[in-house]
């Protein structure tokens, strides 16, 4: 998952017209790699599929990666790239009647997406600053998949979340069970874990009703207020907390669930409202949305996607920090970044902000 395309929320596709009553739509995208095989077969098979394509020059590789290293793929694949990649960028933007933002899909593990694909999210933020920009990361597995994984994690988050307005996390554990205790796939592929992630965003980001009856783009695709500030300290919480606080939910400060399909109207929602799935100084209703539409999602008569601001990464984040703190103590790999730029107080300042974000979680 290497491949990090720049999407247009507001019109995703635009259509070419391919021999008699033809229309092939083409994505609004831009894909970026600094190897070609995984674009090349990308491309390739959206083209063979007669459904969709992407454009003549919507990609961007090269023939060097950059060795599962964040620091190479920041700060010599971004600077030496960037006015390529930009000026790719910026023909997919002319193309918007109107530019609602941006949406980044990125793996953290390796070099590529990671580094280069905050490098790039930084330049949106400073060249689209009212726009919005929302990363799709993929987590890497727990029991590894690059042996600085951890560190590239570290850097990419603590430089996300300076420059994007929300995250929308995939873990490749997640998605791994998923294809192994519900699908029942021996032997998973990577296509295998692609089709699981697709249409899972496919569930979240087809159009749909809001809660006011009829769909309008804003600037915040998902209908969340993803920058929700507490109260300061010493205010009173609004003490209306639940018994069943105690049981310890998973806490959130914002859910937006999508229902499409039959019924969507009659389903019951109350579980949704219990004051103690949400944080103490949350009333439900200032965090729960609900979205419907009676256009079914793929084949299902009916279904539900819920996407999620809670403390549902906390345990993963924080196993990732403190895997990254062992290795970093015993200063382990690091003058592979030093190498390329990146000093040990971009780590510091990397592992200080992601702690206070842990921290923040685990008080709501």
Request: charged share 20%.
């Amino acid at each position: 998952m290497r491949i990090m395309r720049g999407l247009s929320l507001r019109h995703l596709n635009k259509t070419e017209t391919a021999g008699p009553g033809a229309v092939i739509p083409i994505a609004r995208a831009v894909l970026v790699d600094m190897e070609p095989k995984v674009i090349n077969q990308t491309l390739s098979k959206a083209a063979q599929s007669g459904r969709w394509k992407y454009g003549q020059h919507s990609s961007f590789c090269q023939k060097q990666g950059s060795g599962n290293n964040w620091a190479y793929g920041y700060s010599v694949h971004g600077p030496r790239h960037e006015e390529s990649i930009r000026n790719l960028i910026q023909k997919e933007v002319e193309k918007c009647d109107s530019l609602s933002g941006f949406f980044i899909i990125m793996s953290m593990a390796g070099g590529t997406g990671s580094g280069l694909g905050a490098f790039v999210t930084q330049n949106l933020q400073d060249q689209y600053s009212n726009s919005l920009k929302m990363n799709q990361i993929i987590w890497p597995y727990g029991t590894g998949e690059v042996i600085v994984q951890n560190y590239n994690s570290i850097l990419t988050l603590s430089h996300l979340y300076r420059s994007s307005d929300a995250l929308l996390v995939h873990e490749n554990d997640a998605v791994h069970k998923i294809c192994a205790k519900l699908m029942n796939i021996k032997q998973i592929s990577f296509s295998d874990i692609n089709q699981v992630l697709a249409h899972q965003l496919g569930s979240v980001f087809q159009p749909t009703y809001s809660a006011e009856g009829s769909f309008h783009y804003r600037r915040n695709p998902l209908g969340i207020d993803w920058q929700i500030r507490p109260p300061l300290p010493g205010l009173p919480s609004l003490s209306k907390m639940s018994l069943n606080k105690e049981l310890h939910f998973n806490t959130s400060i914002a859910n937006l669930l999508i229902l499409r399909g039959k019924d969507v109207h009659s389903a019951d929602l109350e579980g949704f409202k219990d004051p103690a799935l949400y944080t103490s100084w949350l009333e439900p209703v200032n965090a729960f949305n609900v979205w419907r539409t009676q256009r079914a999602f793929s084949k299902y008569e009916k279904s539900a996607a819920l996407v999620s601001n809670s403390q549902f990464l906390v345990k993963p984040l924080d196993m990732i920090v403190g895997k990254a703190w062992n290795m970093f103590a015993s200063k382990a790999y690091v003058h592979q970044y030093t190498k390329f730029g990146i000093e040990e107080e971009d780590f510091l300042d990397s592992f200080a902000l992601l702690e206070q974000v842990v921290a923040s979680y685990c008080t709501l």
